[in-house]
């Protein structure tokens, strides 16, 4: 037989695919809905490494086998798109960005905003996030309780807003963080419900949904036309994509609309929350924090961090490393079978959804020896030479890798790594997050409750390192 455009004769036939029955009408829909990410794991503990279920007449593979994942991924990713039910959910609020496109619109689309992702662009981005860290430092106040979750979006949002369109979104931040949270809020509500409410509904929520879109779609458009006006590049992202052109000229309002909504939806809480869970592993991991503490002031000597100090700072990173591992903010992503496929060892009709979760992958022993333990320590050189690929994705791989990975790692080592010299890393006695799998996982409304301590000398220190200076030629590069 020929699938995926391979003869499959001579493989041997496709292993069988464990069902998880569930409800006689709804199949395994309210199972995954009470709590997706505890369904997940135990399933996968129950059933195998690829186990299947019906979530109402579609059929759902959840898969965790790394050379499955690998083919979804990369080898077999042209006979893969985006599911036609995750495309309707992001539909009104990212349009027809990248997160939602496919086929040769999203060529298109790919090939102008990639070189906006450009090292050296980003790289020209680190002094904004070290800088913004220490503003959020220096409001601090020695003792008092604060939601690090909080911080952290805040801090994000700040730090996407100055990238992506060069403001600092002094007037427009409530605006943004509102309608980020309403949109969030209706995400949710659509992704959880197996007949989700039609857009149309009057519904409170509906209302406030649409408010907060129409809000955001007004700042994006005012930044747009601005842009346009000045007719000036700002090295920042938005002046790369409005300015990018190819065969068939540039991108229309509409289309730079739904990126850059895109890019701040896909570039802010991903990030806000993986910082989050870093800080809680960290904080109940005292050692560690010794470690990477002792690596960043051997190797800074007191000095603020910046882009050229990351390569000299591999516990850093290691540390990050294992974050994304244990608690991978994107938890899970979905694609759809163009086609009949054969991806490893199994076979999967046309039109199948197939999960992947990061977090499944990342918490499978067959790969990760003791995985509950947080050891930055185990991500050596050896060790991801020889790890299976597929078997970390916590950015996916191949064509729809995230495209703002090295944006989001020099974020996180850059944020943390100021953390680190100047502040004490802890939680509030006895205090135990909440984990909810939504669109990211994130510890709800609880936050992440944490009491500011400052280390010796940091105040003073924070207040030496002359922030003026390197933000007016952030975008120098
Ligand atoms: C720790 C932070 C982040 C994580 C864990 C993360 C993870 C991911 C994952 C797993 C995907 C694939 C989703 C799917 O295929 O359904 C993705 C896609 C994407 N991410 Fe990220 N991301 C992060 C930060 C960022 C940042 C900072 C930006 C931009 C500034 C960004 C922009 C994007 C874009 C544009 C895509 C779509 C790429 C495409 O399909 O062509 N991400 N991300």
Known sequence: MVLNGENTENLPPPKAIPRHKGHWLWGGAFDFRRNPAEFLLEAHEKYGDVFVTRVLTGQSYFIRDPAVVNAINVTHAKHINKPKVVKQMWKPFLGNGLVPNDGESWRRQHKLIMPGFHKLRIDAYAPTMAAYTRDMVREWVEGEQRDFRNEMVALTLRVVAKTLFDTD???????????????????????????????????????????????????????????????????????????????????????????????????????????????????????????????????????????????????????????????PTVWIYAREAQEDLRLGDYFFPKGSILAVSPLATGRNAKYFDNPMEFRPERWTREFERVLPKGAYVPFAAGPRVCLGKQFAMMEMQIILGTLLQNVEINILDGFVPDMLSEISMNPGERGMQMNVRFRDGAPARLGDWDDAAEISDVHAA
């Open 169 to 327: 979104l002094a007037h427009d931040s409530t605006t943004v963080h509102d309608a980020m949270e309403h949109i969030v809020e209706a995400l949710i509500d659509h992704a959880q419900t197996p007949i989700p409410v039609p857009r149309w509904w009057p519904s409170k929520r509906n209302r406030r949904m649409v408010k907060a879109l129409d809000a955001m779609d007004g700042v994006i458009a005012r930044l747009i036309a601005a842009r346009r006006r000045e007719m000036e590049d700002r090295g920042d992202l938005m002046s790369h994509m409005v300015f990018a052109t190819d065969e068939q000229g540039g991108m229309s309002d509409e289309q730079l609309r739904d990126e850059l909504m895109t890019l701040i939806f896909a570039g802010h809480e991903t990030t806000a929350h993986t910082l989050t869970w870093a800080w809680y592993l960290m904080a109940t991991n005292l050692d560690k924090v010794a470690k990477a503490r002792e690596e960043i002031d051997q190797t800074l000597g007191g000095k603020p961090i910046d882009v050229e100090d990351l390569p000299k700072l591999p516990y850093l990173e290691m540390c990050l490393k294992e974050s994304l591992r244990r608690m």
